[in-house]
């Protein structure tokens, strides 16, 4: 009997063994779990691992930012992890790695039809990431303060500007606008300076996707811009070291009737403050300019590590991410917009805001030229330096753009 | 065995206890050898490697041997000059005022003149800045500099400023703010410190110093002021090398921007936001450097006083 069970055990060893053996296990290192309902991202996993029999995946959670630091240094000792969430910022330093696989190899192997992916990041011709959860940057405006001045939620820089002026009151510590320049963190370069430029189908580029700040006329106008409204008092105070959670505090609060400002904290801006009654609106372009509105936006994206041994593995994982039922259930928890066109979050048909920013969404298209290039954040660093002295009158336009564009070229070196 | 063999073994047997006894010491302090070599010396090596090498850590080309290129490149950038100038003011004026209100406030704490309960409240109420990590202290005063802050309001309403000031944001206040802060924070260790020798000094020099018809200046310039010498050149060259490495409190209040670049912050940038792994190295030793020369004098401090 002993031997028997012995024997019985031994079998079921082996067996498991054997079935262990067959299950491919891909890392999937992100930051998104942790931003997530507790437990909904791995539903989401177990509904893809029920689906592909033989595939297990585990995650690798942390904050963005010790993500970020860990994939970098992975990638430089080829440990990365099979699947990786990526920000735009990081896919030019790890593409010169050689660290990511090509996408575009990736689809070609699979037979793989990429006409509902809303959007690929490309560098060198080939995608290295697909954007699967979307989170643009509307204006946010407080309707009982434009209420109260007898004013509609402004559509063009004009109208922004002559709202931002009647809505300033410097007595009263309230501003029509808030923009963060801090150096900690200067994605106000990106989402609060370069977002006006983007809404009148402006570029900081040329063709060939070189800086191109000297002599642009749109950018040129767009920087004077927003020095008339510094200029004219409607910014509040504290500019050049606010950073993006303070500039939504300030909201919040009520000091501040505008601000452009990501979707994500639309369920923040509810709890911090029920009461606020506010509305979001598309950027307002130039004067003149009926085109469609580059949306500023900020997404979770997906590669596939170049060391992986899994490579078709991590590509399904991909794949049923960017499905219509995955990309659904990803983005209805994230309070996202879907990577693939033909998905449809929940939270569209549920809530009046995210209907009125779906719309936003489908009538313009997303824009963030920073993503994809080397050294983002040093980019937006570089730009934000000069940029101040800029609008504190220290320098002059030309200088600005001209140094701007020197450490630029010096980085896309 | 003949007495030649036993002799032989002898002498051998000594010799062996010879090279025991010689490499027993060494055997004691193998595990802090190997320690200090994993721990300093092998990154240390390794940074100075990096800081004489082009692409490495991040490029996946094979790294190219440079020469002195990258501390060249470094020395000569205005932006590092800048942060040079700024590191010194900002550990300069630390230390200053450190030693400063850190002195008065443990005179203060030491005096005759209060009561036990009164001192123990005070001690509490003027360490409690050290109690806070330096991301706390940052948010803190974040909030206080706020430009719609509790600072701003109070000087406003006592009519000490005409206008709001933006403490982090102007160019012209943002280094004054941030070495405000650091002050703020960093006191309490020279107040605990000096507190300790204060209460170290014998009463009978005092008393021999008034039988001499010293006043109170005279007994702090001539007895007081001596007798903390040691304490007070020890902590002046220990936090020099504290605040030239300060990083957190700058990051997190002006992130370098607006005048306030140091040297750690801006080996931070070079590294961690433009990937400039080998020129974040030259900096680094540049900083090694700087405060492997104040370490020389802080030892040479230290053998002076122990003689």
Known sequence: MKKTVLGLMVVLVLLSGVSMAQDVVLEFQQWWEPELPEGSFRAILDDFEAANPGIRVETISGPYLTTKDQIIASAATGTMADVVGLDGAWVNVLWKQGALHSLTQAMADAMYDDSELAAQIQLAGETYM?????????????????????????????????????????????????????????????????????????????????PNLVDNMQLADTMAYIKSLHDAGVVAPGAFAMKENEKVEEFVNERVAMIINTLAHFTLIRERNPDLNFDITALPAAEGYDGPRGLPYASWGIGISAHTEHKAEAWKL???????????????????????????PDFIQTDQLFMTAFEIFQEGYLANEFTGLPAAEELMRQFDEPFQLYLEGDMELDEFLEIAQEEWEDIFE | MSNGQVIAAKSANIGWE???????????????????????????????????????????????????????????????RA????????????VIVHFLIGLSFALLLNSKLLGANVKAFFRVIYILPWVFTASIIAILWRLLMNPHGVINFVLLEIGAIPELLEWLSDRKLAIHSVTFINIWSGYPFYLVSFLAGLQGIPDDLYEA??????????????????????????????????????????????????????????????????????????????????????????VRSQRMTDE
């Not at chain 1, 991410?321 to 209805?332: A, I, Q, R």
């Not at chain 2, 942060?83 to 630390?94: G, I, K, R, W």
């Open chain 2, 209 to 298: 110093g008034r039988v001499d018809g010293g006043n109170a200046w005279q007994l702090f310039w001539h007895i007081t002021l001596p007798q903390l010498r040691p304490i007070i050149i020890s902590l002046a060259l220990l936090d020099f090398i504290w605040t030239i490495h300060q990083f957190t409190l700058v990051w997190m209040t002006t992130g370098g921007g607006r005048n306030t670049e140091v040297l750690s912050t801006y080996t931070y940038k070079a590294a961690f936001s433009s990937y400039e792994y080998s020129e974040a190295s030259a900096t680094a030793m540049v900083i090694l450097a700087i405060c492997t020369l104040v370490a020389i004098f802080y």
């Open chain 1, 130 to 210: 697909i954007p699967i959860a979307n989170f643009i940057y509307p204006v946010f405006v407080n309707l009982d303060m434009l209420g109260a001045a007898g004013i509609d939620p402004p559509s063009t820089r004009a109208e922004f500007a002559a709202a931002a002026e009647a809505l300033t009151d410097p007595d009263n510590n309230v501003y029509g606008w808030a923009q963060p320049l801090s150096l900690e963190q200067p994605n106000g370069i990106q989402n609060d300076t370069m977002s006006w430029l983007w809404a009148t189908g402006g570029s900081m580029l040329d063709d060939m996707g070189q």
């Open chain 2, 18 to 80: 010879q090279r025991k006894r010689k490499f027993l010491p060494y055997a004691y302090l193998s595990p802090t050898l190997i320690l200090l070599a994993v721990l300093t010396v092998v990154p240390i090596v390794t940074v100075f490697l990096y800081s004489l090498f082009d692409n490495v850590i991040v490029n996946p080309n094979p790294p190219e041997f440079v020469g002195l290129e990258n501390y060249e490149e470094v020395l000569t950038h205005r932006k590092f």
């Open chain 1, 318 to 344: 991909i794949d049923y991410l960017t499905s219509v039922e995955g990309n659904t259930k990803l983005t209805s928890i994230a309070n996202a917009f879907p990577g693939n066109v033909n998905a449809t």
């Open chain 2, 83 to 94: 942060a040079v100038s700024n590191t010194l003011y900002f550990a300069l004026a630390s």
